[in-house]
T-cell receptor, first 111, second 116 residues
């Protein structure tokens, strides 16, 4: 079983739409959670951390459900520039403090 | 200038050749990482280093070796390249993680390696 699982998509949505991505993780000892964004042929970049109480950054809202081992990302009022692959990332407390990456969900926002 | 740089950006090589991928950073981070990315598999950790004298295997270290020449430099070697090592390779850096802190990793632009 993969450490982090995501729906690969693709999600094709019109501009202005609201879209949600989900992610599940297998290790209940996971401590930190993130969404990274990766544009085509580019490196991943941190989009936002995910806090237990949920958090919002402009049009982006992240939620964490520890009981269900589930993370979500909601994007409101989608822009063309939101087209990218969104990676769900989990860290649990090991000596490495490694990050475990999901395979990513591809989003295309259509004019 | 980019904070994390990788060279080369693209490389085509033949089976059995020795290849070195280099990573340099100006962020002053103590931790450095090498990942590979394959379609449908996401990023997987190859090796990581917490400082110059600390090298650790990641999830998929077989067939790879690394060298941390300085705090700012971390190189990845494929001693005898094989076709299934064809992938996109990323170097990343981060600060030491505090007990409650996040662990943002900053990635280089990637090296696309093709082994024929």
């Amino acid at each position: 079983r993969k450490e982090v699982e995501q729906d690969p998509g693709p999600f094709n949505v019109p501009e202005g739409a609201t879209v949600a991505f989900n992610c599940t993780y297998s290790n209940s000892a996971s401590q930190s959670f993130f969404w990274y964004r990766q544009d085509c042929r580019k490196e991943p970049k941190l989009l936002m951390s995910v806090y237990s109480s949920g958090n919002e950054d402009g049009r982006f809202t992240a939620q964490l459900n520890r009981a269900s081992q589930y993370i979500s990302l909601l994007i409101r009022d989608s822009k063309l520039s939101d087209s990218a692959t969104y990676l769900c990332v989990v860290r649990y407390q090991t000596g490495a403090n490694n990050l475990f990456f999901g395979t990513g969900t591809r989003l295309t926002v259509i004019p | 200038d980019a904070d994390v740089t990788q060279t080369p950006r693209n490389r085509i090589t033949k089976t059995g050749k020795r290849i070195m991928l280099e990573c340099s950073q100006t962020k002053g981070h103590d931790r450095m990482y090498w990942y590979r990315q394959d379609p449908g598999l996401g990023l997987r950790l190859i090796y990581y280093s917490f400082d110059v004298k600390d090298i650790n295997k990641g999830e998929i270290s077989d067939g790879y070796s690394v060298s941390r020449q300085a705090q700012a430099k971390f190189s990845l070697s494929l001693e005898s390249a094989i076709p299934n090592q064809t992938a996109l390779y990323f170097c990343a850096t981060s600060f030491r993680v505090g007990s409650t802190g996040s662990n943002e990793q900053f990635f280089g632009p990637g090296t696309r390696l093709t082994v024929l």
